[in-house]
């Protein structure tokens, strides 16, 4: 990508990750880019607007392109989501597969694994998430999550408190 494409594309990502994909697609449409990174930000867009069907058709699209990774863990959100978690399953392992140092993907498997009861795996994800980001929240919260689901309040309470997580997080 050129530069100046590189740099506005950049932006637009940054109005996903803050919660603003409306914007976000109207500022893929302004630019008028069909590259395989604009539409996987599209794809984003689309799924958290609620186009999920749109989306799907996008991320598959990708799917064989240097964005699969990516791609694979939008169609594992989307089926998450419908609740079909066997589709969910797949797609995210794809996704770890493809992208195995991608510590967003690693927390999305395991988060699947352990609503499909698959505890051990899923705590193999978690962690190593945390290790792959330390900083990444979501992977501490998740893994204590586990921990309580498993029974184990002592330790889901260490590790919470060794990650900073306060009390009325931890309740929540």
Do not use: W
């Not at 914007?23 to 689309?46: M, N, Q, V």
């Not at 967003?104 to 899923?122: E, F, K, P, W």
């Not at 900083?135 to 498993?150: F, G, M, P, T, V």
């Amino acid at each position: 990508l050129a530069p100046e494409e590189s740099t506005r594309l950049a932006l637009i990502q940054q109005m996903l990750a803050d919660g603003k994909p409306h914007a976000a697609i109207a500022h893929l449409d302004a630019i008028k880019t069909k590259s395989e990174r604009a539409e996987l930000l599209r794809a984003h867009g689309l799924r958290q607007t609620g186009r999920a069907a749109q989306a799907q058709v996008i991320y598959e699209q990708l799917t064989t392109s240097c964005v699969s990774g990516h791609a694979y863990r939008g169609l594992g959100l989307i089926a998450s989501n419908a609740g079909n978690l066997p589709e969910a399953l797949r797609y995210l392992k794809a996704a770890s597969s493809t992208l195995p140092t991608e510590h967003t993907i690693r927390n999305d498997y395991g988060y699947v694994l352990m609503q499909a009861g698959q505890h051990d795996t899923a705590l193999h994800e978690f962690l190593t998430a945390v290790e792959l980001a330390p900083d990444y929240r979501q992977a501490a919260h998740n893994r204590s999550l586990l921990r309580y689901q498993q029974g184990d309040t002592a330790l889901a309470e260490a590790f919470a408190k060794q990650f900073g997580i306060v009390a009325d997080e931890l309740q929540q």
